[in-house]
């Protein structure tokens, strides 16, 4: 018994290889296409969610001296880099949009998210490299002087992860640029209706030739059916005898 068993688990398993290898080779690519689909688009959501967090955060600190002394300012990238913020909806809305087009507007839309991810590159860039610049219009509001003296300027850590944001956002756009012609795409239902189908399929099924008939009688049953078509329903008899002898090979003008 353990034998017998034994060896239909092995068939079993042979048989599951082989149904596997016989799989279409266009399935397989179908499905590694959603997947990368479904990848890239949860990669560029995830770095709009960290872009559109940092930018409600510190991006530094700084001591302004003013006309009231000392005050100690920690600006957002709101004042700091002001397009980031506007930057991160833009991407988040890029790739939604992502969804809903196909082949040039995926081109089109991975291109804008590569921009809106170069850009939020670029306003990190700024604060991280010139801190004291780019608090300067937060420490003008602060101080009540057109040139306040800053100090003590620190960078957080919220700029670089809005640099990893825009780091997925730029990614993401890019594979939409080079792979977005062979994702998946909506699909538009806006087919004939079936009760159309059904008569056209049931129109040809009858037209084909059953067993056991002859060439010629379904030769004449089809063309009988196209003359049945033509005659409206509140044609006379005599019409259809004029169309019965036609059938026949008789004039019926004689």
């Not at 302004?64 to 506007?86: D, E, F, H, K, M």
């Not at 670089?160 to 239902?189: H, K, N, Q, T, Y």
Request: hydrophobic content about 40%; proline content about 5%; charged content about 20%.
């Amino acid at each position: 018994m353990d034998e017998s068993h034994g060896d239909s688990s092995v068939l079993s398993d042979g048989g599951a290889e082989k149904r596997a290898k016989r799989r279409p080779l266009l399935w397989r690519e179908e499905t590694g296409s959603r997947r990368e689909y479904a990848i890239v688009l949860t990669a560029g959501a995830l770095g709009a969610a960290l872009v559109l967090l940092a930018a409600g955060r510190p991006w530094a600190h700084a001591v302004v001296v003013g006309t009231l002394g000392q005050v100690r300012i920690s600006p957002t990238a709101r004042s700091v880099a002001p397009a980031v913020s506007g930057l991160g909806l833009f991407a988040l809305a890029s790739i939604v949009a992502v969804v809903a087009t196909r082949r040039v507007g995926r081109l089109i839309v991975g291109s804008l998210c590569v921009l809106a991810g170069l850009g939020i590159l670029a306003g990190v860039g700024r604060t991280a490299l010139n801190p004291e610049g780019a608090v300067h219009d937060a420490a003008v509001t602060a101080a009540g002087l057109t040139s306040p003296t800053v100090d003590e300027v620190t960078v957080t850590a919220w700029p670089f992860v809005a640099a990893a944001g825009a780091l997925l956002i730029l990614l993401a756009g890019l594979a939409c640029v080079l792979r977005g012609r062979s994702w998946p795409v909506m699909s538009g239902r806006y087919e004939r209706s079936a009760n159309v189908g059904t008569s056209t399929s049931s129109r040809r099924m009858q037209q084909q030739p059953q067993p056991g008939t002859s060439p010629a009688s379904t030769e004449r049953n089809r063309s009988a059916s196209q003359h049945d078509d033509r005659i409206p329903e509140g044609g006379t008899g005599g019409q259809r005898q004029m169309w019965d002898a036609l059938d026949r090979g008789e004039d019926p003008t004689d």
